[in-house]
């Protein structure tokens, strides 16, 4: 039994000083919006030193606590229990500079807009963007970035520590879909290939909105925000303030491809072009995308919104791109197009798009994989003996496969509801309620009525915003991650 508690508290030990190493990174990554704001001649750079200070001291502290340990190796619960506090000590302590700037923030909202910038979710408490100095836009948009691929996956590609300790159980913890796959034998070597795709379609994106009508500043914080899926912008229109199709047509683009797996655009970048048209989800995926596109131009002729040719041709690409990328940009009044276009972006919106991208949602893998379960049910109803498989990319997935994408399905519609109960308990509306609860824990951003277009985030109670930051992280970590560690099972051995 000693032995045991041994083992136990080393590990636990380990993650403190992992977790001390991370707060490390963390800090020196707070020096960068600072360095933005001096360089703007902006005093904001004072709320950037100072959190970068107290992050540095606590990572730290936290370091040494853990500098005796003897064990380097983390176990999978370990893994859960270090991907779940990453997610949350970067949110904590990346709220600080919205707490010390001129603009400041409460502490419900300040932590809101950080969970919501590193979960790519896009919901925004600022009803005032523009008078956010460049340091904080930039630290919006830096979040973002970071956290479009993941906290886990970027420190794994830049921290060689954790891939000793064992990177896989955080792997496993913090990608997403129904099966896991890997590019590379070490997952050191995957994370630092998918982050070189992610930084060139990032520098492509960033060179291209350069070129249009966005000044450097802009073009920059607008790619990190569009390949990361998460929706954050520079102006208080969002991309409307450009009053430009190029812009629209350039970031649907790149929105459409950061649904994408990263893995498969790798494969595309090497020469595998196979590899990407004979994936079932990417098939599926673009499928979804032009059968929603069509919707919503169908939505837009039953509303009798005035609509040119150029609206028709570039609003709905984009509307279907940013909602079912849970994006969460907005490009003309979606709510004005009727109950058809709501209740199309509310789909697509607990869809997502492909798993291993930057996206949130239930993912198109497990659309699918649901879908063709129900295909077979119905099969076997008709002709009991019959056996008949299911399988994703030409691999038969097992029952526990199956068994673990209806427990998601389920867990994923029963937390929305349960939270959705819980805002109108605090007079929050239902429909309301409902629309933000599903777009927070599908890392949307989107709104509507109270969050939408003529409202804003900052309306809601501050409860009502803990339990949508919570959402988020869980919808992020794709449920389980975060939900075991409130098991009894989870602390005992």
């Known amino acids: 039994m000693a032995a045991k508690h041994s083992i136990v508290n080393n590990n636990y030990l380990l993650v403190l000083r992992l977790l001390g190493n991370l707060l490390l990174l963390e800090g020196m990554l707070l020096l960068v919006p600072g360095a933005v704001s001096a360089t703007f001649g902006e005093t904001d750079w004072q709320a950037f030193a100072i959190a970068a200070s107290a992050t540095i001291l606590s990572g730290g502290v936290l370091s040494l606590a853990g500098r005796k340990v003897r064990s380097q190796v983390l176990f999978r619960r370990e893994g859960y229990l270090l991907t779940s506090l990453a997610w949350v000590f ?6 600080m500079p919205f707490l010390l700037s001129e603009e400041p923030l409460t502490i419900a909202d300040a932590f809101f807009e950080t969970m919501s910038g590193f979960t790519t979710t896009g919901a925004t408490v600022i009803t005032d963007v523009e008078a956010q100095s460049h340091g904080i836009l930039f630290w919006r948009a830096l979040m973002q970035w970071v ?8 420190i794994l590609a830049v921290l060689p520590s954790l891939n000793q300790a064992g990177s896989l159980p955080m792997f496993n913890a913090e990608i997403t879909g129904v ?12 994370a630092r290939s998918l982050w070189t795709i992610y930084v060139l379609l990032t520098a492509m994106l ?16 607008q790619a990190m925000c569009t390949l990361s899926t ?9 991309i409307s303030a450009w009053h430009s199709d190029y812009v629209a047509a350039v970031l649907s683009l ?20 196979k590899a990407l048209f004979k994936n079932d989800v990417f098939r599926a995926y673009i499928m979804t995308v032009s059968l929603f596109t069509l919707v919503i131009c169908v939505a837009m002729c039953l509303s009798g919104t005035p609509c040119s040719v150029s609206d028709y041709l570039f609003k709905p690409v984009f509307l279907v791109s940013s909602a079912i990328t849970s994006t969460g940009f907005s490009y003309g009044n979606y709510e004005a197009w009727g109950p058809l276009a709501l209740g199309a972006i509310l789909v697509m919106m607990i869809f997502g798009a492909c798993a291993g991208s930057t996206t949130g949602g239930m993912k198109i893998d497990r659309i699918l994989v649901m879908l063709k379960n129900v295909h077979v049910q119905v099969h076997r109803t008709l002709y009991p003996l019959h056996v008949k498989n299911i399988s994703l990319n030409g691999s038969i997935l097992s029952n526990e496969n199956l068994r673990r994408v209806a427990a998601f399905a389920s867990v994923y519609l029963a937390l929305t ?14 429909d309301d309620s409902f629309f933000a609860c599903a777009s927070s824990i599908s890392n949307n951003g989107l709104g509507y009525g109270i969050t939408g277009a003529e409202g804003s985030y900052s309306l809601l109670p501050d409860t009502g915003k803990w339990i949508l930051s919570a959402l988020m992280l869980i919808g992020r970590l794709e449920i389980f991650t975060v939900v075991a560690l409130f098991t009894r099972g989870f602390w005992h051995r």
Do not use: E
């Open 147 to 154: 956290g479009g691929l993941g906290i886990v996956l970027f």
């Open 179 to 190: 099966t896991h796959d890997k590019l590379h034998p070490r997952i050191r070597q995957t």
């Open 206 to 221: 960033f060179v291209l909105l350069w070129l249009g009508p966005m000044d450097c500043f802009d073009a920059l914080c």
């Open 90 to 95: 970067f949110s904590a302590f990346g709220m």
């Open 417 to 430: 509801t349960v939270a959705t109960l819980v805002l109108c308990a605090f007079g929050v509306s239902v």
């Open 254 to 273: 790149f929105m459409l491809v950061g649904g994408v797996n990263f893995i498969l655009l790798y494969l595309f970048a090497h020469g595998n072009i």
């Open 230 to 238: 998460g929706g954050f912008s520079t102006r208080n229109t969002g």
